[in-house]
């Protein structure tokens, strides 16, 4: 029964392997420990070290719900190379995955396809249809089919448990200061640059009107400092999220100023990084005082970026 369809270069090798398995939302630092425990121990048998991630998340199939990405699938592969894994397999959650039982699961997926010696998950882990496997669930198997099980504790953070759902909330509430530390590095997301409504030039601050590429967790409406990457160029940048109360516009955009920068970037790919949240978005009399507004937003920008796009 063939459930993977991108094993191929994995298979060629036919030495087994050491398998971590989940969505990976994030790659946040509660994901990055199970990682290193996978590639540590990988390296110690000998063998490659295998991330089972998703395409879809399987909430979507199961419960019909879809939470919004913390990582695009194309990021989300680049961070998991970046932490050693030889090779992510990503599979296509569908209802047949999603009926397999924890046994036949272990079996068809971990023994007889990825061969694994051993399978690092968090504590929290659990699989198989309608959720019904767990860690114990896994060591059972695990016994039983000849492969070893690591449980790697939780990252525990002030506010609780890191999970990609705590995250989705410090999203959500426009806590990007604190997701940089849930994540081990800044939240962002990637998108096109499309026309807007050609204000900001007249205003003295040129805008780039990003068109998200994915369902993004988006900040609240307001005012953020980040950076925003075009091509290998960093620029320093001040973001703004909303409807533009001032003008009246009514749809929410997701504008982006890069400091010290002029050229058109009409139809360029774009990621943004945000660092840090300057202040909720407001109403303003006038153009003289939003003007008087967004030259204060950029001084602050550049005080705490350094005044300069970072590495």
Do not use: W
Not at 88 to 101: D, Q, Y
Request: charged share 25%; glycine share 12%.
């Amino acid at each position: 029964m063939r459930l993977l369809k991108h094993t191929r270069d994995f298979e060629k090798y036919g030495t087994g392997s050491v398998v971590t398995i989940g969505v990976f939302d994030g790659v946040h630092r509660g994901h990055q420990a199970i990682i290193a425990e996978c590639v540590s121990e990988a390296a110690r048998r000998g063998v490659p070290s295998v991330a089972l991630t998703f395409e879809r998340n399987p909430r979507e199939v199961v419960c019909g719900d879809s939470p919004c990405v913390i990582t695009s699938p194309g990021s989300k592969l680049d961070v998991l190379a970046s932490l050693g894994i030889d090779y992510t397999i990503s599979v296509s959650f569908g209802r047949s995955f999603a009926s397999m039982s924890p046994a036949e699961f272990c079996q068809k997926v971990l023994v007889e396809q990825l061969g694994a010696q051993q399978v690092c998950v968090g504590e929290n882990f659990h699989f198989g249809k309608n959720g019904a496997g767990d860690v114990g669930t896994l060591a059972s198997e695990g016994a039983r089919l000849g492969f070893d099980v690591d449980v790697v504790s939780l990252v525990e953070l002030d506010l609780g448990p890191l999970s990609s759902t705590l995250i989705r909330g410090l999203i959500c509430e426009g806590r990007v200061s604190e997701v940089y530390e849930a994540l081990g590095r800044p939240y962002t997301v990637t998108g096109r640059v499309v026309p807007g409504h050609h204000r900001g030039k007249s205003l003295g601050f040129p805008t780039a009107n990003l068109r998200l590429e994915r369902d993004f967790c988006v900040p609240p409406d307001g005012v953020y400092a980040g950076i925003a990457l075009l091509g290998d160029a960093r620029h320093l940048c001040a973001i703004n999220i909303g409807s533009n109360p001032t003008f009246g516009d009514g749809e929410t955009a997701l504008e982006v100023f890069l400091i010290d920068f002029e050229t058109n970037i009409y139809g360029e790919a774009l990621e943004i990084e945000f660092h840090h949240r300057l202040r909720e978005e407001i109403a303003f009399e006038g153009e003289e005082e939003l003007v008087r507004q967004m030259r204060k937003d950029v001084k602050r920008a550049r005080a705490l970026m350094g005044g300069r796009a970072t590495p």
